[in-house]
């Protein structure tokens, strides 16, 4: 049982590229997001979706693009990198949109130049 | 606008002493206040969590003290070992008819615990 799996790791971007951060979770959970985190700003939402075709924007969704085609997946997308969106990401994932419970992936460390 | 204040930022302490982290938050709609332990290079796991009625929670070493009226919450960590070094986040949440319940972390908590 892996839970939630990120790549990659780390990945250094130039501005202007795109570039999309996979997110797998394995534990038939419903509810997925996408959080960014800061230095200072603890950790921000920026997507989250609570099954599978339905997607919903969080706190700082500008720039980011998510889709949910199965349960297992949430891919993020930037659709056009901005050294702003430097950040380390964590996708998180629960039973369901009630469940208060997240399980949180090891995170992506994004660097962009 | 923060909705969740967390404080101290960064906190020492050494081995055997309480640490003691604090949050603040403004919604009275929150429902359900996390604490997640986040150690380098790992994303944030869930500690320990308490709802509004109840004041106290304690698992182990661990306790969430809760004053509702305050909107006040703190987590206690009792006989600190370096192993509880880490950064610790408080969370808030609360269920919302239609759409998921979201939550709000606070901006963190870096614990040193030294020998």
């Known amino acids: 049982n892996a839970g939630v799996t990120q790549t990659p790791k780390f990945q250094v971007l130039k501005t202007g590229q795109s570039m999309t951060l996979q997110c797998a979770q394995d534990m038939n959970h419903e509810y997925m997001s996408w959080y960014r985190q800061d230095p200072g700003m603890g950790l921000r939402l920026i997507h989250y979706?609570?099954?599978?075709?339905?997607?919903d924007q969080g706190e700082v969704p500008n720039g980011y693009n998510v889709s949910r085609s199965t349960t297992e997946d949430f891919p993020l997308r930037l659709l056009s990198a901005a050294p702003s969106q430097t950040s380390v990401y964590f996708c998180?994932?629960?039973?369901?949109?009630?469940?208060?419970?997240?399980?949180f992936g090891s995170g992506t460390r994004l660097t962009v130049v | 606008q923060q909705q969740v204040k967390q404080s101290p930022q960064s906190l020492i302490v050494q081995k055997g002493g309480i640490s003691i982290i604090n949050c603040a938050y403004e919604n009275t709609a929150f429902d359900y206040f996390p604490w997640y332990q986040q150690f380098p290079g790992k994303g944030p796991a869930l500690l320990i969590a308490?709802?509004?009625?109840?004041s106290e929670k304690k698992e182990g070493r661990f306790t969430i003290s809760f004053n509702k009226s305050a909107k006040q919450f703190s987590l206690h960590i009792m006989d600190s070992q370096p192993g509880d070094s880490a950064t610790y986040f408080c969370?808030?949440?609360?269920?919302?008819?239609?759409?998921?319940?979201?939550?709000?972390f606070g901006t963190g908590t870096r614990l040193q615990v030294t020998l």
């Open positions: 308490i709802r509004p009625d109840v």
């Open positions: 979706s609570v099954g599978a075709g339905i997607t």
């Open positions: 969370a808030a949440s609360r269920r919302r008819t239609g759409t998921a319940s979201k939550l709000t």
């Open positions: 998180a994932s629960s039973k369901d949109r009630d469940s208060y419970g997240y399980t």
